[in-house]
């Protein structure tokens, strides 16, 4: 597996572009979720997490992208709505855990967690966007692109 490439100049590069495609890395996890234009700016529009409420419209209309991406064979498209579910689950966690969204203190320990870690907004925001991000990670045909990506890159 090749690792994300940072060093890419970002700003510049358009991913819809057939040439600019070839440099585009799974990474690990989130990496470079916030990099890969036009479908950062496209899929970040529609990106919230705040109550339970909107975390289902949120995650529901990156799931729609994320079909019409898949209608289009477009696997960067997939995978950068994984990204975006994905981030949304571990930041809605992050503010589960930690109402301030800071998990260590000024001196650098781990803040204690919040006493409703489990059951806030957060925690059930990110409980919305598991089982989506789930639902599109195991789909069967993304499972069989992402081989053929690692394959390719």
Same mark, same amino acid.
């Given at each position: #597996?090749? +690792? $994300? ?9 358009? $991913? ?7 440099? !585009? ?5 989130? @990496? ?5 234009? =036009?479908?950062? *700016?496209?899929?970040? &529009?529609? /990106?919230?997490?705040?109550? =339970? ?5 949120? %995650?529901?209309?990156? !799931? &729609? ?21 994905? #981030?949304? $689950? ?15 203190? %000024? +001196?650098? *320990?781990?803040? =204690? @967690? ?9 925690? @059930? ?13 195991? *789909? ?8 053929? /990506?690692?394959?390719?890159?």
């Amino acid at each position: #597996m090749k +690792e $994300f490439d940072y060093d890419l100049n970002y700003k510049t590069l358009d $991913f819809t572009d057939e040439e600019t495609r070839k440099l !585009y890395r799974i990474g690990r996890g989130e @990496q470079g979720v916030l990099l890969v234009r =036009p479908y950062t *700016n496209d899929i970040c &529009a529609h /990106w919230r997490f705040k109550t =339970p409420e909107i975390a289902v419209k949120s %995650s529901n209309e990156i !799931y &729609a992208m994320y079909l019409d991406y898949k209608d289009a064979k477009d696997f960067i498209g997939m995978d950068m709505c994984r990204k975006f579910l994905e #981030m949304g $689950f571990t930041r809605a966690r992050r503010y589960a855990n930690h109402k301030s969204g800071k998990k260590y203190d %000024s +001196e650098g *320990n781990i803040r =204690p @967690q919040e006493p409703d870690h489990a059951t806030n907004k957060y925690a @059930q925001s990110a409980g919305i966007f598991k089982k989506v991000r789930d639902l599109v990670a195991k *789909n069967k045909d993304y499972v069989t692109m992402r081989k053929n /990506w690692r394959t390719s890159e």
